[in-house]
């Protein structure tokens, strides 16, 4: 595989600016990202997600989830997207990140299919990679 | 004089009642009844009965069968069987089984009776204090509970957002992202900050004792004002207070500054951005017997199913300014020590009104 097949689309979602901002940072610096938006709010994600036109879907977007969120939660927005017809679905790759040490908050967010790996805050550029490749591997 | 305690004795021998009743009844508060059914009518009327005595040789049915039959819809009354046969094997076997506390022979001495009721009723009593006990500290371990979780995003989350921000900014040249990623990161330790001190709040209300004194609103106010001032110019809102008091008002001066403070500085978070004409009034009203408090705000109101959870622990019914989810709940906590109460109205996109009210005595 060239580097250059090397890359993905992404979605951020995350309350804390802070967060989102690392995010954004870390995936431009490792020269990763086509396309990449940030959302402080989970069900505006949502909507962005829902008015992406089928057409402009070829290429894979890993979304970085929050998992503890006001309004809408990580795990709402996870039930939500999987409502979503499968054709699109199969273009997203889920990974949550969160702070949290909960156990029950784990193994919930692993009971979606959609949410391939859980990962502890913060987000660092060595599971990034991995990701990438397996996003690639999608389409 | 403690209130007596209310027996039920059921027996099919008309003559076993009168003789138990007339024994008993100074004592006690003596109920009778002459078969199973007007025994479950009694039991179902009266839901304080402690104790129940009950024939083992009946017509229509055996004092055990009875007993079995009534424990899962009165499991609370202690269950003694009276039987004039030596009927040991069912006795022994209901004993084992569960169902019953105790026996006592017919014909039975007065002795034997008040002994068992002593001990039926001591048994009760315990056996009711422990549930309540268990209730409480199942009420404190769920809280414990959501603390323990709450932790873990609200302490956590912000050192994780630092410590990611520090990896970042290692690798960072340009110095004015450098200092866009300080900017966010000094926001990041405000916030933990903030929620040790919520924390802080919490257990004062929890543990502390109310210092009841006369109160000095105007100068509560000039510290609240001095609290905000910097958010409130910042934020360019408009701080209206009026203070209209006829009476000496006696409070927890450190108790009621929470409130206030609170209230305050949600109404500060919670405006519209965009909005040229943010403005909060504070409205006190100190008469006798009672002090009111009018919060009120035209920031972004509290959408209308979110009105009843947003006294609760943890939580957030917004995502503009990330609060901890301690402050109304904190409020709540306050003003319950206070004997006092709050109530919220809102309109979505026009603003709140919380209204409080403290008993001033």
């Known amino acids: 595989m060239s580097e250059k097949s090397k890359k993905a689309n992404f979605i951020i979602i995350d309350d804390s600016q802070l967060d989102c901002f690392i995010a954004e940072k870390l995936i431009k610096h490792s020269g990763f990202d086509k396309n990449m938006r940030s959302f402080l709010v989970a069900t505006e994600a949502l909507d962005y997600i829902k008015g992406i036109k089928y057409s402009q879907l070829d290429e894979p977007t890993i979304i970085v989830l929050d998992l503890l969120m006001p309004v809408m939660s990580g795990v709402e927005f996870v039930e939500e997207f999987e409502k979503l017809p499968f054709s699109i679905r199969n273009k997203y790759l889920i990974v949550a990140f969160t702070s949290s040490m909960n156990k029950k908050d784990m193994s919930r967010i692993r009971s979606y299919k959609s949410v391939k790996y859980i990962f502890d805050k913060p987000i660092n550029a060595q599971v990034l990679l991995p990701l990438i490749d397996e996003c690639n591997s999608l389409i | ?155 956590r989350g912000p050192l994780s957002g630092i410590m990611g ?45 109310l210092r009841i004194k006369d109160i000095d609103l105007k100068q509560v106010i000039e510290d609240i004002k001095d609290i905000h001032q910097t958010s409130i110019t910042s934020n360019k809102v408009e701080l209206i207070v009026n203070i209209s008091q006829e009476e000496t008002f006696w409070c927890d001066e450190l108790t009621l500054k929470l409130v206030l403070n609170n209230l305050v500085s949600n109404a500060i978070k919670y405006q519209k951005q965009d909005n040229g004409n943010k403005f909060i009034e504070l409205n006190i009203e100190v008469a006798k017997g009672q002090a009111t408090i009018y919060v009120k705000d035209n920031g972004i109101g509290i959408p209308e199913n979110y009105l009843s959870e947003i006294f609760n622990l943890f939580f957030r019914a917004s995502t503009q300014d990330a609060g901890s989810g301690f402050g109304l709940y904190n409020v709540k906590d306050a003003l319950l020590k206070l004997n006092g109460g709050i109530k919220v109205s809102s309109v979505l996109g026009e603003g709140a009104v919380f209204k409080v009210t403290i008993p001033n005595k």
């Not at chain 2, 024939?55 to 269950?79: A, C, L, S, Y």
């Not at chain 2, 069987?81 to 007065?110: C, M, Q």
């Not at chain 2, 992202?177 to 330790?189: D, H, T, Y």
Request: charged share 30%.
């Open chain 2, 1 to 155: 004089m403690p209130e007596k305690i209310k027996i039920l004795y059921i027996d099919d021998e008309l003559n076993n009642l009168v003789g138990f009743k007339a024994s008993f009844r100074l004592d006690y508060n003596v109920l009778v009844a002459e078969n199973t059914a007007e025994a479950l009518d009694i039991l179902t009327k009266h839901s304080d009965i402690r104790i129940i005595f009950c024939d083992q040789r009946m017509p229509d049915k055996t004092g055990v069968e009875f007993f079995e039959e009534i424990r899962n819809w009165f499991p609370h009354p202690i269950r003694i069987l009276i039987t004039g046969y030596t009927d040991v094997e069912a006795v022994i076997s209901a004993i084992n089984r569960g169902h019953i506390f105790r026996y006592v022979k017919k014909p039975w001495a007065d002795a034997d009776i008040i002994s068992a009721i002593d001990e039926g009723y001591k048994f009760y009593t315990a056996h009711s204090l422990l549930a309540i006990k268990n209730e409480e500290l199942q009420k404190a371990y769920n809280e414990l509970d959501k603390f323990a979780y709450s932790v873990s995003h609200d302490i």
């Open chain 2, 165 to 209: 921000a520090i990896k970042v900014v290692k690798h960072l040249d340009d110095v004015n992202e450098i200092k866009e990623m300080l900017g966010l990161m000094e926001n990041s330790v405000k916030k933990l900050d903030a929620f040790i001190i919520s924390m802080h709040d919490y257990y004062t209300i929890q543990r502390g004792e």
